[in-house]
């Protein structure tokens, strides 16, 4: 035989080297397909634990080696379920007057998304997308306006493959038609408001970043709509007036 190994009648002997059940198993494309989706399982799992810190309101401050332990003793269909049930967790203790988040390794440890109602618990789905399809753009110019450029090229970007959790709403996906963003205008105070409401709207509530405010820039004037309209420059009108935290009183007074 060319491969080196004896040519035996009724298959190679247990003997050999490789033996043979190691060798069937090299030769194997069904066992090596598994071993393949296998390996992208345990790399999702593990993209997945960035997601959770991310979530979890506590983890930035707790144990980080304690949060990794517990997350790789989960099994690998544990991880998005963990995630998801995040928000029905936090509404429960409010709604049991609890005054303390458990840490997130504890969180973990203890399941603790198993104790809420299958209706309460909610899996959350990592998407990937590539570079240049339109979602892949979307959340890439997200995290450019968002100021997260070197979290979203070691994070979110993963081998020409955007992951990301959130949806991709019409809104969202208008973000793909955005141009240079060395030719983004810059702000005033109500476009500044019309975009950091998408940003809050769009990115993980625990994102350690700086609100987006008048003088920054971002693709348009103003944020698109909940159905994806641009309002660009040739826009006439921005959108409809929509309060938001960056404005004082007297600014919304004078809207009226």
Sequence with gaps: MECGLPAVQGGLPA?????WPIYKNLINPESTKSEREYARAREKHALMLTEFKRRYPTAASDDQAKIDEEWFKLELDEGEPA?????AFLEKLK????????AAWRYLKEKRWTLLEPAQAKSASLSGYPLTSPEGRAICTLYEIAG?????????????????????????????QAGPKDNWPVLNRNGGGSWENLL???LPPTLTRRPLR???????????????????????????FVANTLMTEDDMQEQI
Excluded: C, M
């Design 214 to 240: 008048e003088g920054d820039r971002a693709p348009w004037p103003f944020a698109p709509s909940k159905d994806g309209k641009i309002y660009d420059a040739t826009t006439a009108t921005g959108p409809p």
């Design 95 to 102: 709604r049991d007057k609890r005054t303390t988040t458990p």
């Design 15 to 19: 003997t050999a080297d490789p033996p």
């Design 83 to 87: 995630i998801g049930s995040i928000p």
């Design 148 to 176: 997260k450029t070197h979290f979203l090229h070691s994070v979110v970007i993963r081998n020409g493959t955007v992951y990301d959790y959130q949806p991709i709403t019409p809104r969202l996906l208008a973000l793909a």
């Design 200 to 202: 809050r709207e769009a």
